[in-house]
């Protein structure tokens, strides 16, 4: 009997253009937790994909309790018990949560010989499941009313209900709250004691090294090397990740924040229950961070701004002219860009290629005679945001859904850019994004206040805000509870900010 529950040895795939993996290899112990690490576009998900049948190899093998087998599709993959959580999640909406959770394996029942969905079991067995894994959801709920977070809990609870041996989990806590990821935490723990094989693919650091018993790194679709979580160090892995030290985690700031350019006065949502009464100020070259818990109302606050929310009162003015923001076109046309929170539902279209999504927002600007496009000044135009931004891939007709997230990440920073807009809202702009890839973007940042462009930043990450912020505003409850200087903005002071409730 192998000491491995599952091997991948030698696995090769390649795309149009891209050796996805190359000689990669995973072996997974039963009943622990076994991290797979490495850069966007490192091949971490690519090889999943493959383990789940999704992908077909172009070479390798894969060994499932000693024996080989070949996994042509995910149902042949569930039956063997593997179970995937996706990072792009992709619940049936009008369904129930039951009906989500059971889906293509409905417990039926006959009535004059002829088989229906047996919901009464469905959803009694629902009930248990989401018991057992302690989330307190109604079976019958519609899965569309709930929060991304929650959807995201009843794909775990999904993969849990088909009794695997294995359990992927691609980035399970990029969109979950710190409650919900102690919740997830206990999960695993449970099924690690039931001798369950999971892996767990994030770029959060204190996660890996906090519920992990084995580390994987890849780099560049191949593998690089095992080790025991144990003693592991967040220098050493980023070291392993990025083939390079990384001695500053953040650029250094150059910019000089000047005069007013963009004030915000008594900012009331229409919603009762978001934001009210906000007030500030963003400079010239002025990097403002925006920190808070979930349901601080920073999105929704900054959607308002942008056209996307309604609002009842308050004003927004522009280098001292007042605004009138009915729809995102009103701010578009006044220079102001967003950068959306979820880049895969309101960010990219992902069947449309790199230079499509690079040029959808500033087409107007390249029309002869009002009415035909200058596909010349388009290709130019997105060469140069390919060249600046550093955009890996093999071509401009790629599609924009086969890149990495920081690659995609890069590619809506250029789209915007193509307007050159002078204030920037950057909502959660690394989330989903490892290390290098980050600190990229950072300096993509840097460089734009520095050339006197002013950003407003959401950050969930204490880190980020500190480390870019040349001020801080926290919100609570939809509330304004204060500013920091950034040289003066800690954990501390931000939390005290972020839990004032009135």
Known sequence: MSEYRLEM?????????????????????????HALMGENGAGKSTLMKCMFGIYKMDAGEIYYEGEKVTITDPLMALHKGIAMVHQELQPIPARS????????????????????????KM?????????????????????????????QSVEIAKAVSANCKVLILDEPTSSLTQNEVEALFRIVEDLKAEGVSIVYISH????????????????????????????LTTDFIITKMVGRELTNLFPPRENTPGEVVFEVQDFTSINPKSFRNVN??????????????????????????????????????????????????????????MLTEDRRATGIMGVLSIADNISIASLRKYLDFGFYLNSKKV??????????????????????????????Q????????????????????????????????????AELAKQGKSIIMISSEMSELIGMSDRVMVMCDGRVTG????????????????????
């Open 204 to 231: 959060k650091m204190d996660e890996i090294l906090r519920i992990s018993d084995e580390v994987t790194i890849m780099r560049d679709g191949q593998y690089i090397g095992t080790w025991d979580a144990e003693g």
């Open 410 to 445: 890069k590619v809506l920073i250029g789209r915007w850019l193509a307007n050159n807009p002078d204030v920037l809202i950057l909502d959660e702009p690394t989330r989903g994004i490892d290390v290098g890839a980050k600190y990229e973007i950072y300096c993509i940042i």
């Open 379 to 408: 290709e130019e135009l997105v060469q140069d945001n390919v060249r600046k931004m550093a955009i890996k891939t093999p071509s401009s007709k790629t599609q924009i859904q086969s890149l990495s997230g920081g690659n995609q």
């Open 97 to 120: 949560v039951a009906e989500n959770i059971f889906l293509g394996r409905y417990p039926l029942k006959r009535v004059l010989g002829i088989p229906f969905v047996d919901h009464e």
């Open 483 to 502: 500013f920091i200087d950034g040289s003066e903005a800690n954990q501390e002071n931000i939390m005290a900010l972020a839990t004032r409730f009135e």
């Open 123 to 151: 959803n009694e067995d629902t009930a248990a499941l989401l018991k057992k894994v302690r989330m307190n959801f109604d079976p019958k709920q519609k899965v569309g009313t709930l929060s991304v977070s929650q959807m």
């Open 9 to 33: 040895r030698n696995v090769v795939k390649t795309f149009p253009g891209v050796k996805a993996l190359d000689g990669a290899q995973l072996r997974l112990r039963p009943g622990t937790v």
């Open 280 to 337: 500030f100020q963003l400079r010239k070259g002025e990097i403002l961070g925006v920190g808070g818990l979930v349901g601080a109302q920073r999105t929704e606050l900054m959607e308002g701004l942008f056209g996307t929310r309604s609002h009842t009162s308050g004003t927004i003015k522009y280098k001292g002219e007042t605004l009138d923001i009915k729809r995102p076109k009103d701010a578009i046309d006044r220079g102001i860009a």
